[in-house]
């Protein structure tokens, strides 16, 4: 790779908001036809970077120099950045879900002529894009039809329609599951035989390690090293001890689990879809959880785990059809969500853009917001405790933010996702249910993450964990069962479980003795 | 790091709401100058002044319903049917079945609430959007109005007029002035600085960070200089006016209703709704019931609105209330609230409204006709939302935007705070204070 020319490099660029220095004098070079990785931990600045590359931040609005192709660029807006055949494709996906495949990728670059769209000739070429991207739908499929790694394809065969050059994927397999990451990373390598030089962030250091051609690391807005992957030993180590500027001895925490007794119990959780009542999304299914547990809930993408969990957090999803819910050896009902906040429940949810925040919102507010009565006198909410409470949780969780009076659009990713936590840890709950809790999350936060679930365990609190990394959820969970087709398959000790055979009664009905 | 940041401050804590507000309300302040000016002085004359409170305190108290339907991501079209409708009941009650003046208020605000039930039936339980069944609410009580009123207008009885056309009493010494508005003015005063004062109290011992003293002192010396001028100007006009008690029922509206929205949890509602319906349903917020309550409390004060119109105008008529919906509505967006909702201030409401009411009155005082004024206020209603949008753009949060300079690093109106964070936000560089 070091013999291949340099076609795109940034020089010195410095980008600030409002308060914070997201990037200062960060210098990055992408050669031609390579993977290159950005690593950095969040709030670092790498979608900020890839920001100011594609115009969303347009010239003017940073300092530095970005040189294509042996020219000075300045891009106005992402517009012209992709007519020189740089495009990006965001941390959060910019499809229309209501529209087709077809319409999603020809959108704003319709084929036709005086303003009437040609759709045959459009879905001609739709089908030859899916191909290249190794989709085989009919193109007139809804985006929302489509699952998330398909979604991701679709972004990229737009891409492809633009005639990239330089591709650009914040956080791509964030919520993939493993199949579908292995296939879009698959496919960026193929790419790469093709010409088509790739930047790609990522938190899954195993992937970046088996697809990049060169890494950047970022850290506080600083560039800190590029390593050359073909070229020397780089492993996750390596490049966590760039990230973070330390080795970290293990992923996770030492912990000793203190079980204590059954507290809380599911029998016979079915629940509807909540459009198509004839489909179960939770069928028949039974748990416990113990005082000062860790229980992982394995299953594919589309198992019905955030289901059967947002089901029993006051029936948020589908439509209840029978099942009980006892809590300290009592039946407790949790018809709607304040119910559940009432009776010691949390949920994080998966998607924190879109469930978990009010993006309107400032720091401190979110962070109070799901138990406003903690705060009040009577009906009137105490903004001086709020503001202090919030400043606690900034400290614990080590929220990059200047102060909790910022807005929580401004977060990076990985911070969002701390408020969110905040936000439930300070509901004071006993079951604290978490959905794919360190997506998007780098690998120090991920520890930290995991030291606070460990401590909200020893505290005597049961924890849920879903997650689709099995590896997280053997090293955290003290027992996990794994789910298939809304169907509780099976129950493992954190002592039995081995990716295997999880993955195993993951996708089939098989008993355990079967299955192991 | 001092200069404009921290003169900004005086009119907000630094937050890019408190920082639109700031600019909303310079613009207000150049509005009434320029007429003053234009006028030659008429403008701020007691008599002036207090003929625009008269005139646009039932718009104004509608805006601060009007603020929360859209925080809460509706709107409310309704408004001056419901005020025209339940104006004509009140007075029909008084004229027909001598009902007595105070009763037939509670009546008014009866009327207001079951009318404010019915349309959030519709909006929060059956789902159907806001404009539409506040459209139809629209027809159905302007009609209701005619039908009632038979196409003729229903006066009412000298006690009752006292809501909209009555002032505070003299009361004490021969002074020249309202003795009572002077009181009001001065209280008024102290409490703006004993809030002051008490907000530094609590900073302090929460050890939060505070403004410094010269921009607390600054900001009670202004602003208690300019509601003590008011306070004189309203206390010194025609023997037997003084401040209305149509503007006293405003003001105190506008205090509980600025309560209601930032310091309860009902408030929080509001904006929690509006912002992320979803995200604030998993949070455990009712939603169903806050899009109840803002279309009832909506309802609730476009009752109140049209007693006091009818009350002022000494008889309700068919033609009561038309119209005003739209001004309420644009009193709220130039007041700085989100058309999509979740965004929003009681406070930035009354600013807005009060542009309007400046320029209407302003430009009535210069001969322009209605033809005019209409075109004006139209027009200052699509600048205001589309600097407003500009600003956002450009990652800038204020009207002030456009009386500074521009800077190439897309400048802000936020104001940094310098004790935490990286050393970097610290730096005077970081910040844009244009010296
Ligand atoms: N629009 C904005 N206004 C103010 N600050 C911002 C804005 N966007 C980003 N920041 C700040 O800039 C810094 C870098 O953010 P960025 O989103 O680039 O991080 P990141 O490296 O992509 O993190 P993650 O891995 O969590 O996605 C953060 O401190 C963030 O708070
Ligand atoms: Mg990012």
């Known amino acids: ?516 | 790091m001092s200069g404009f940041s921290d003169v900004k401050k005086i009119f907000g804590g630094g937050t890019t709401s408190t920082a639109r507000q700031a600019g909303i309300l310079l613009s207000l302040v150049a509005i009434v100058l320029v007429f003053q000016f234009w006028t030659n002085g008429l403008t701020l004359t007691p008599g002036n002044l207090i003929a625009v409170v008269n005139q646009y305190s039932y718009i104004l108290i509608l805006a601060i319903g009007m603020v929360m339907v859209i925080i809460a991501g509706h709107i409310d079209l309704s408004v001056g049917s419901v005020a025209a409708f339940t104006g004509i009941i009140v007075a029909k009650a008084m004229a027909d079945f001598d009902l007595p003046w105070p009763l037939a208020i509670v009546l008014g605000l009866v009327v207001g609430a079951l009318i404010g039930a019915w349309q959030g039936f519709w909006v929060a339980y059956v789902g159907v959007p806001a404009f539409i069944v506040t459209l139809a609410g629209m027809l159905i009580f302007r009609g209701g109005n005619q039908y009632i009123g038979a196409a003729t207008a229903v006066p009412v009885p000298e006690g009752f007029t006292v809501i909209g056309a009555g002032y505070l009493p003299e009361i004490g010494p021969d002074t020249g002035y309202n003795n009572l508005t002077l009181i009001l003015g001065f209280l008024a005063v102290v409490a703006i600085a004993w809030r002051e004062w008490r907000s530094r109290r609590t900073q302090a011992e929460m050890g939060s960070e505070m403004v410094p003293v010269w921009v607390s002192i600054a900001r009670v010396v202004i602003i208690g200089a300019v509601v003590l001028y008011a306070a004189f100007l309203f206390a010194g006009g025609r023997v037997g006016t003084s401040f209305p008690v149509s503007g006293l029922i405003l003001v105190a509206l506008v205090v509980a209703y600025s309560f209601l929205t930032r310091n309860t949890i009902i408030g929080r509602h509001i904006y929690a709704v509006g912002g992320n319906s979803h995200a604030a349903e998993l949070s455990g917020v009712k939603s169903k019931r806050v899009n109840f309550f803002v279309m009832m409390n909506m309802s609730i004060l476009a009752g109140l609105a049209g007693m006091i119109f009818i009350a002022r105008a000494g008889a309700s008529g068919g033609q009561d209330g038309n119209g005003w919906e739209l001004d309420a509505i644009a009193a709220a967006f130039i007041g700085g609230t989100a058309v999509a909702g979740g965004v929003g201030t009681v406070i930035g409401a009354i600013i807005g409204g009060l542009v309007m009411a400046f320029l209407n009155n302003g430009l009535q005082l210069v001969g322009a006709g209605a033809d005019l004024v209409q075109i004006v206020k139209g027009l200052v209603l699509l600048l205001a939302v589309a600097i407003d949008v500009y600003n956002r753009s450009q990652g800038r949060f204020s009207i002030i935007g456009i009386f500074r300079p521009k800077r190439r690093n897309g400048p802000s109106d936020q104001t940094p705070t310098p004790t935490t964070g990286t050393p970097d936000t610290a730096k005077p560089g970081a910040v844009t204070v244009n010296n």
Request: charged content about 25%; hydrophobic content about 40%; overall charge negative.
């Open chain 1, 1 to 516: 790779m070091v013999d291949q020319p340099v076609i795109l490099e940034m020089r010195s660029i410095t980008k600030e908001f409002p308060g914070v220095k997201a990037l200062s004098d960060v210098s990055i070079a992408v050669r031609a036809g390579e993977v290159h990785a950005i690593c950095g931990e969040n709030g670092a600045g790498k979608s900020t970077l890839m920001k100011v590359l594609s115009g969303v931040y347009p010239y003017g609005t940073y300092e530095g120099q970005i040189v294509y192709q042996t020219e000075e660029v300045r891009f106005r807006d992402i517009r012209s950045s992709e007519a020189a055949g740089i495009v990006i494709i965001h941390q959060e996906l910019a499809l229309i879900p209501e529209l087709s495949i077809t319409e999603n990728i020809f959108l704003g670059n319709e084929p036709g002529r005086g303003g009437v769209i040609n759709w045959k000739e459009a879905k001609k070429r739709a089908v030859q894009l899916l191909a290249r991207v190794g989709l085989r739908d009919d193109p007139d499929t809804l985006i929302k039809d489509i699952g998330v790694g398909k979604q991701q394809l679709v972004e990229i065969a737009k891409a492809l329609n633009k005639d990239v050059k330089l591709l650009i994927l914040d956080e791509p397999t964030a919520a993939l599951n493993e199949n579908d990451s292995q296939h879009l990373l698959d496919l960026i390598v193929g790419l790469k035989g093709k010409g088509i030089a790739s930047i790609i962030i990522s938190h899954k250091l195993n992937e970046i390690e088996q697809i990049a051609d060169s890494i950047t690391i970022i850290r506080d807005g600083k560039t800190i090293e590029t390593l050359d992957v073909r070229g020397g030993d780089v492993n996750e180590d390596r490049i966590i001890r760039g990230m973070v500027g330390r080795s970290l001895q293990s992923r996770f925490p030492d912990r000793t689990p203190h079980v204590g007794e059954v507290f809380f119990e599911v029998k016979n959780w079915t629940v509807q879809h909540p459009l198509v009542p004839e489909r179960l999304v939770c069928k028949n299914e039974s748990f416990t959880v113990r005082k000062g547990e860790i229980v992982g809930f394995a299953g594919l993408m589309g198992a019905g785990r955030t289901e059967l969990a947002m089901s029993i957090f006051g029936r948020s999803y589908g439509t209840f059809v029978e099942g009980q819910v006892f809590k300290d050896g009592k039946e407790i009902q949790l018809r709607n969500v304040s119910e559940a906040i009432d009776q010691g429940l949390a949920y994080v949810s998966e998607d924190r853009k879109s469930l978990g925040l009010n993006l309107l919102d400032d720091i401190k507010r979110s962070v109070v917001s799901a138990k406003l009565g903690k705060i009040s006198r009577g009906q009137v909410v105490d903004d001086f405790k709020e503001h202090a409470i919030a400043d606690e949780y900034r400290k614990s969780l080590r929220i990059k933010t200047p102060t909790v009076d910022e807005g929580v659009s401004k977060l990076s990713g990985g911070n969002q996702q701390k408020v969110v936590l905040a936000k439930w840890m300070f509901t004071d709950p006993d079951l604290l249910i978490l959905d794919e809790p360190t997506r998007g999350i780098d690998v120090g936060a991920k520890f930290e993450i995991y030291g606070i679930i460990q401590q909200l365990a020893a505290q005597g609190k049961g924890v849920i964990v879903i997650s689709s990394e099995l590896p997280e959820l053997i090293g955290l969970s003290d027992r996990i069962y794994t789910i298939f087709e809304g169907q509780i398959t099976n129950e493992f000790t954190s002592a039995e479980a081995e990716p295997e055979m999880l993955m195993k009664s993951m996708t089939s009905t098989s008993k355990k003795a079967e299955a192991a």
